[in-house]
């Protein structure tokens, strides 16, 4: 296995990252078990989850499958989304962070996490207030790294300024959405990271599994998919007629190279020299198995110049999963 370094950090890790939110839920115990002890014999020593993937029970889970084996892992969770009704039960406070970091721990039934993420900005807390917190947790021996998620450019430069400005724990990496039909990071959060030493653990490297070529224009969900049970995030970012009608190009291009779709997307995602790792969100062990392929695929040249033939350096496909989860502010509106 090529382990790399995290950003500047000495921690190593797989280029593939077990994603866990399909765990606890659509994927049976058993299942979820069985990727993360195959992973461990395969050497993919990172591991990804969430307080909120399955309301917890995913982190419950992962806990339970690497009790035996929990110093062969580098484990990253997150906290801040909403964890309950009351009016801190979200967000980035200082009171929020160390209880979902607490929480965490006891469902993952660990005394410390490798990598802890803020899973996204929270626009009501500054972000001194959650660093100090984090900071704090890396004090404590609690949290060994603290990372952020879904943060754009401008973001992860306000949170680099204000640790060092005062002293703090910092981000030593980011997690951002990633895929050949979503390329907007390459603009400005890849060059940052890369100038910063910030390492780069993409996720949705199958825009959610548009990129798999299962979706046909025009024909039926695939029984059991996404799309087939409603998602509403998948609705609101990948579920596009444009990145469709793409998949089916990138399908075929990928059958000539001896490969499935779905390895092609994730090799060329691991392609890019900026990124540390992928992280693979299998539902299933045939999925799982499947997608780890991606390590003996090639990008070529060729490759490049093929995707880059459909999507542009920096582009998207369609309206943009930046655009819709997390929308930028923007100009405030004249009402008067």
């Known amino acids: 296995m090529d382990y790399r370094n995290l950003g500047r950090c000495g921690v190593k890790v797989s280029p593939v990252c077990l994603g866990t939110m399909m765990f606890g839920g659509q994927t049976s115990q058993a299942d979820s078990i069985r990727m993360i ?79 802890y993420y803020y899973h996204a900005p929270d626009n009501d807390t500054p972000i001194e207030e959650t660093l100090r917190a ?6 404590s021996g609690k949290v060994h790294y603290i990372a952020c998620s879904n943060f754009r450019a ?10 060092d400005a005062s002293n703090l724990a ?16 390459e603009v400005e959060i890849l060059p940052l990271c890369e100038e910063y030493g910030i390492g780069v653990v993409s996720y949705s490297p199958l825009a959610r599994g548009i990129l798999t070529g299962k979706y046909k224009p025009g024909a039926a969900f695939p029984e059991g998919s996404r799309a087939s049970r409603d998602d509403v995030r998948m609705k609101q970012a ?18 000539s190279k001896g490969c499935s779709a779905s390895q092609f997307a994730l090799a060329w995602v691991l392609a890019n020299p900026i990124l540390t790792s992928v992280i693979i969100g299998p539902r299933t062990v045939e ?33 943009g999963f930046q655009d819709t989860a997390y929308p930028i502010t923007g100009r405030p509106v004249n009402r008067a």
């Open 134 to 139: 984090m900071d704090d947790m890396v004090r």
């Open 238 to 255: 990948e579920l596009r007629d444009e990145s469709i009608e793409l998949s089916q190009k990138i399908a075929a291009h990928a059958e």
């Open 154 to 163: 401008w973001r992860l430069g306000e949170a680099l300024w204000t640790s």
């Open 170 to 185: 910092s981000f030593v990496c980011l997690q951002p959405l990633y895929n050949i039909v979503n390329r907007d990071i």
């Open 37 to 115: 002890h195959q992973a461990n014999d395969l050497g993919i020593n990172f591991i990804d989850t969430a307080d909120m993937y399955n309301a917890g029970e995913s982190e419950v889970v992962c806990g339970k499958a690497i009790a035996d084996h929990r110093h062969d892992f580098v484990l990253a969770t997150k906290g801040r989304q909403k964890m309950g009704s009351g009016p801190n039960d979200q967000g980035g406070s200082r009171k929020h962070m160390k209880r979902a970091l607490d929480d965490s721990l006891r469902r993952l039934n660990t005394d410390y996490i490798d990598i």
């Open 287 to 319: 999925q799982f198995e499947d997608n780890l392929k991606c390590l003996g695929v090639q990008i070529t040249p060729e490759d490049e110049a093929f995707v880059d033939g459909l999507v542009p350096i920096g582009e998207h496909s369609g309206k």
